[in-house]
């Protein structure tokens, strides 16, 4: 398995990323402008996706759902018995992790900054003048 599997533009990496630009108060989350989308299939674990739901910031997964044109496809809440339902863990699963933006860009909500995306990879480095 190449090392850019983990790095790649997935919506879980999404969800833990902010604007660091110098000033920003409100940098998450991040907006997403995708020009390419892929979807690849990803083995289905459910003790990981289980675990990954208490650290996922929910509403910016369904919004970052909707901005890459993939509505409906969760519930806009997590269910109370989410670690024995195993229809939801795979919807999460595949929003998570199958789910990969391979060109476009992140916007930092409060400055429009932008971030490319290239190959899947977000490029996230700042000019010095943002730091």
Known sequence: MRLSRFVNMRLITHNMLT???KGVKNGYPLLITAKDVKEQEVDFNPDFVSKMITRIEWPALTKAMEMVGKTDLLPTEVPK???TDNDFLKK???ALMEIEIISGCL?????GRE???TNGIPNMLLNEDEV
């Open 92 to 94: 999460a699963h595949h």
């Open 107 to 111: 916007s930092c909500p409060e400055t």
């Open 115 to 117: 971030f490319p995306i």
């Open 81 to 83: 018995d989410y670690e």
């Open 19 to 21: 604007s660091h630009v």
